[in-house]
Each structure stands twice: as structure tokens, then as C-alpha cells.
């Protein structure tokens, strides 16, 4: 089946850590997009790509890092300068930028 | 300021009745609007998704309704089950900053038995 897979589900980190999440997609989209989910407010964009080899910062990328060098796979690192990395982080895909977004399953990081 | 306001923030109903959530927005201009579905814990689905001509649209129990001129959107459900306890998304996707997509803080549904 055609999807999204985000990995892991569950991620616990110390301070001071980077921690990495995986996104895969094969639904062969070319967008992909990192949103962060908090309690009240709504998805905030952290990162997108719209082509392999391409990314660009969204409205909340300090403290964040992205790379794009195949189609299928969008991993997000959470670095040790992210303030507040505590959240539930969703990778979208879509066929084409601003297309319908189709979310994976999310991962929620908890910083011990 | 292009944004997206969802009331109530959660709502509570008995389990076969009905309910409209509601979305007010003022991204502008505008070129279309979907409605997302999110259980706990998982990523949202889309539900429905409306252009500026379209007036309304179904998707089984779930009616969506668009008011481009006042820029309102409602998502009904109708004969609500436990299974639609859920956070319902409203997203609006503007022209103006390479068609951004402008995010809600959802609606929490509770269905009781």
C-alpha cells in the first residue's frame, strides 16, 4: 500500500542530543514538509522540499536541519539548539507543492 | 494577516446526533479549503476539500459547506458515531505567498454512548 512512514513513533531524548526522524514516502511525491503539532495551536511548517536536492526553511527552522537526496526520503534532525524540541512532528507529502498533503502517522519527541 | 479560526474548540455530543464545526478565515486571496480529520495520536486525513465555486460537498456522514464571500466554511456531521471522536482541521491554502497553506487549531469532537 502507498503511504507515508514515519519512524520511530515514540523518541525519547536528553538534553543536548540530536535526534533524527525518519520519512519515507512511496507515493512518488515530489513536495514534502515537516510540521511540529503543540497542544492548542495549529501545525506549524518547520521545513519543505519541493524537488529532490531542495529545501527550504518554513516558519519555525532554527534548531532544525533537513536534507532531501532521494525523492522517497525526507528525514528531520532535531538539533540541541531547538529551545523546545518536546512535540508531535508529522511529515506530509504532496504530488505537487500546495496539492493535497497526505500526513504519515507522526512521531512525538520528548526531551527528558 | 491571513488566518484560520475554528470554533467551538471542543464539543461534546451523544452518539447519533448530529453537529456543525465551523471555520472563518481571512486568507485572501483565496484558493481552496480542506478539512482534516486527526484520531489521537495519528496523522490527520483529509476529508473533504472545496474550491472558490463550490457551495458544498460530501463525503458519507461529513458535509462540507463554502461561503467564499464571507469567507466561512462549516463541516457538518450527521448521525455521529464514537469512531468520529476525533480533531477536525480546517486548512486554507492562499494564492499570495506561493499558495502557503494556513492551518486551524481544530475542533476536538467527544462522542459519548
Known amino acids: 500500500d502507498g503511504g507515508i512512514t514515519q519512524s520511530p513513533k515514540y523518541l525519547f531524548r536528553k538534553e543536548g542530543q540530536n535526534v533524527t526522524l525518519s520519512c519515507e514516502q512511496n507515493?512518488?511525491?515530489?513536495?514534502m514538509y515537516w510540521y511540529r503539532q503543540d497542544p492548542g495551536q495549529g501545525l506549524r511548517l518547520i521545513y519543505y522540499?519541493?524537488?529532490?536536492?531542495?529545501?527550504q526553511k518554513g516558519d519555525i527552522a532554527e534548531g532544525y536541519s533537513v536534507s532531501r537526496e532521494k525523492k522517497e526520503s525526507f528525514p528531520l534532525t532535531v538539533t540541541s539548539a531547538q529551545k523546545n524540541p518536546t512535540a508531535f512532528y508529522l511529515c506530509a507529502s504532496s504530488i505537487v507543492w500546495a496539492g493535497e498533503l497526505f500526513f504519515g502517522e507522526g512521531s512525538r519527541l520528548t526531551v527528558l | 494577516k491571513n488566518q484560520v479560526e475554528q470554533s467551538p474548540q471542543s464539543l461534546i455530543i451523544l452518539e447519533g446526533k448530529n453537529c456543525t464545526l465551523q471555520?472563518?478565515?481571512?486568507?485572501?486571496?483565496?484558493?481552496?479549503l480542506r478539512w482534516y480529520k486527526q484520531d489521537t495520536g495519528r496523522g490527520p486525513v483529509s476529508l473533504t476539500i472545496m474550491t472558490f465555486s463550490e457551495n458544498t460537498k460530501s463525503n458519507g456522514r461529513y458535509t462540507a459547506t463554502l461561503d467564499a464571500d464571507t469567507k466561512q466554511s462549516s463541516l457538518h456531521i450527521t448521525a455521529s458515531q464514537l469512531s468520529d471522536s476525533a480533531s477536525y482541521i480546517c486548512v486554507v491554502t492562499g494564492r499570495d505567498t506561493g499558495n502557503q497553506f494556513y492551518f486551524g487549531t481544530g475542533t476536538s469532537l467527544t462522542v459519548i454512548p
Open positions: 471555520c472563518n478565515y481571512t486568507v485572501s486571496p483565496f484558493s481552496n
Open positions: 522540499s519541493q524537488i529532490v536536492n531542495d529545501f
Open positions: 507515493l512518488n511525491h515530489d513536495a
